[in-house]
């Protein structure tokens, strides 16, 4: 299993401000994802995060707005940028462990914009 | 497109009764299916995974039925308890993309005593 922190754990910032959401593991892992799930919505993937390499985005997400790290294999950051109420969202890093099915997901972090 | 559908979108039940959560699926070529708990202000925890093979899987009170021929999955939970409130996540795996993942909107249940 993988045991996933998050940090904050939920914040309300200002309009035009960025938050940086850190996710730590308890063990390595290859793969590392962050999602994003709006009020009342099911999880939306933002990006896959290998690292040694550069994140890729799914459609509809950039590079500008949500810039990842992923310094080793056990943490990673993604900072939402510029913020807008529309980003007010729950954000969930999860990891897959290689040889299984298993995604496992962290607490996730509340993010409020005003 | 892959798409997952989930019926009903919530439910109200007793405690202590049975209810039974729908899954339909458009996810092409199929790798497996997973259910997820996930209780309000957490992330999602893993119930069940189900590759083409199996038909069904327990874990507790938790039973997934998957038939892929009908692209159906069903979650049945049996003598309900307070604590199984929270929303329940259908998600399928699809081969493509790195076994890219395919989330359902989740039926959101709630037992009372």
């Known amino acids: 299993s993988a045991v996933i922190s998050q940090k904050p754990s939920r914040d309300i910032c200002q309009r035009g401000t960025s938050l940086t959401i850190q996710c730590q593991v308890d063990s390595q892992v290859t793969m590392m994802f962050w999602y994003r799930q709006q009020p009342g919505q099911s999880l939306t993937l933002i990006a896959t995060a290998n690292q040694g390499s550069e994140a890729t985005y799914e459609s509809g997400f950039v590079i500008d707005k949500f810039p990842i790290s992923r310094p080793n294999l056990t943490f990673s950051t993604l900072t939402v940028s510029n913020m807008s109420p529309e980003d007010s969202s729950i954000y969930l890093c999860?990891?897959?462990?290689?040889?299984?099915?298993?995604?496992?997901f962290g607490p996730g972090t509340r993010l409020t914009v005003t | 497109k892959n798409q997952v559908e989930q019926s009903p979108q919530s439910l109200i039940i007793l405690e202590g009764k049975n209810c039974t959560l729908q899954?339909?699926?458009?996810?092409?070529?199929?790798?497996?299916l997973r259910w997820y708990k996930q209780d309000t202000g957490r992330g999602p925890v893993s119930l069940t995974i189900?590759?083409?093979?199996?038909n069904t899987k327990s874990n507790g009170r938790y039973t997934a039925t998957l038939d892929a021929d009908t692209k159906q999955s069903s979650l049945h939970i049996t003598a309900s308890q307070l604590s199984d409130s929270a929303s329940y996540i259908c998600v399928v795996s699809s081969y493509n993309a790195g076994n890219m993942l395919t989330f359902g909107g989740g039926t959101r249940l709630m037992v009372k005593p």
């Open positions: 999860s990891v897959s462990k290689g040889g299984t099915y298993e995604q496992y």
């Open positions: 189900m590759t083409f093979s199996e």
């Open positions: 899954c339909n699926y458009t996810v092409s070529p199929f790798s497996n």
